[in-house]
């Protein structure tokens, strides 16, 4: 019963700020190459549901967003492109490492660790993707790619089979003007305005890739509105919290 009222008033709240971060995943994408974002995870709940997207960083890390949080994941599924393809080598349990700052979606910090139970089986269909650098600058129009499972319109159902979609950076000015100036720090713009392209519900936490690099964590978009163009849609910058991710997997813990 808590339970069920704490996700129906985090929803209200999340749709009062004009967010909806419950989740996100592909429009107008295709399907992806099974040889091909071998980092991918699968973030789930206890009963085996699919809840949010994350990405493989090491042996023993998976990225997500910290608003999957909420939604209880205990553990993730590796090394497939397809949900209805998993067996128990694939999965691993988890604990969960929540940015410290982060309070809510609209504050921002919505980044969250997840450690894993024992190190991943690196292989063929298993491969992390490195991160951003610090000095590296991402340009304004940049087509980068982001992938998940989720929904594929508005109002829509979760797919099996992962999706990608390549989506271009919007300039954080332009974002921040067309949010209304109501952009939490630290974070990207890219797909969902200017182009038909960008994310929807149901795949939260997946990576921003650029130039086979992470570059941002799927945090929010426009009250659930997939119809896009629209404004942009939002990223957590993963350029901000290096310092907390290595930190994090240099002590190999929470």
């Known amino acids: 019963m808590m339970h069920a009222l704490h996700k129906f008033v985090l929803f209200h709240l ?57 939604l209880k994941p205990t553990s993730v599924v590796l090394g497939t492109h397809n949900l209805r393809k998993v067996d128990d080598s694939m999965r691993y349990r988890v604990t969960r490492c929540k940015h410290p700052s982060y309070d809510n979606v609209s504050k ?24 951003i650098k610090a000095e590296m600058k991402i340009k304004e129009k940049e087509k980068c790619h982001v992938a998940g499972w989720g929904y594929t319109e508005t109002g829509g159902k979760v797919v099996d089979v992962l999706q990608d979609v390549d989506v271009p950076i919007i300039n954080l000015k332009e974002c921040k003007k067309k949010w209304g100036g109501n952009l939490p720090a630290n974070v990207i713009c890219a797909g969902g305005y200017g182009t038909k392209k960008g994310f929807c519900q149901g795949d939260s936490g997946g990576p921003l890739v650029c130039n086979g690099k ?41």
Request: glycine share 8%.
């Open 14 to 70: 999340l749709m009062s700020l004009g967010l909806q971060a419950l989740g996100s995943d592909i429009i107008n994408g295709k399907k992806v190459n099974e040889k091909s974002m071998l980092y991918m995870a699968s973030v789930q709940n206890n009963k085996g549901h699919h809840v949010c997207g994350g990405f493989l960083i090491n042996e023993n890390f998976v990225l997500t967003a910290a608003h999957c949080d909420d």
């Open 108 to 131: 921002g910090d919505d980044i969250m660790l997840l450690k894993l139970s024992k190190k991943a089986q690196l292989n063929k269909r298993v491969k992390p993707v490195p991160l």
């Open 214 to 254: 992470a570059v941002g964590v799927v945090s929010f978009n426009n009250k659930g509105k997939c119809t896009y163009p629209d404004v942009p849609n939002v990223y957590t910058n993963i350029s901000k919290y290096l310092h907390w991710i290595s930190k994090i997997l240099k002590q190999n813990k929470c």
